[in-house]
């Protein structure tokens, strides 16, 4: 992708639907060319038009009966292992989003923490935090880091002398 926002609603002029269609389409079938030919993996494709004409079908008429007889031919679990409706596909990105959203939630705190104690670390006169939840932090942050927090006391140190 080219990183364009793409607008998804029905192209009002038909002539540009038309000619949108048909690129997407042979990017779509140039895609799936690549996808069996580098991965050795089975595909097809079947194309249902606007106008009403006959589907397109990739790479033909009879591979896609074998591809699809093949598929019919699994298990009813295997057949529905990767298949997701909306609302599963919804349920589950909502789910991975919300882990990504924690994990980044602990990221930031960990750098505020970080920030607040090299804050401390590097004033003059030394500002210890004044409420419990500031102390309960700065306690868990000399837990889980405590080379960090001893290699910047000593470089505080250095700069002091140095003055």
């Known amino acids: 992708m080219d990183g364009k926002e793409v607008k998804h609603g029905l192209i009002s002029d038909e002539s540009a639907r038309k000619a949108t269609f048909e690129e ?29 004409s006959s589907p397109d079908v990739w790479p033909s008429h009879s591979e ?41 939630k602990k990221k930031n705190k960990m750098i505020e923490q970080q920030l607040f104690l090299a804050k401390c670390i590097t004033a003059k006169n030394m500002h210890f935090p004044n409420s419990l939840k500031n102390m309960n932090d700065m306690s868990d942050l000399l837990k889980e880091n405590p080379g960090s927090i001893t290699d910047k006391i000593d470089q505080a140190k250095d700069e002091n002398e140095e003055e």
Do not use: H
């Open 64 to 104: 896609a009966l074998s591809v699809l007889e093949q598929f019919r031919n699994l298990p009813p679990e295997e057949q529905c292992e990767y298949m997701l409706d909306q609302e599963s596909f919804l349920v589950r990105d909502i789910s991975w989003l919300s882990d990504k959203l924690e994990k980044e």
């Open 24 to 52: 997407k389409k042979a990017d779509l079938l140039r895609e799936l060319e690549e996808l069996t030919t580098l991965y050795g993996v089975t595909g097809c494709a079947i194309i249902f038009n606007a106008d009403g």
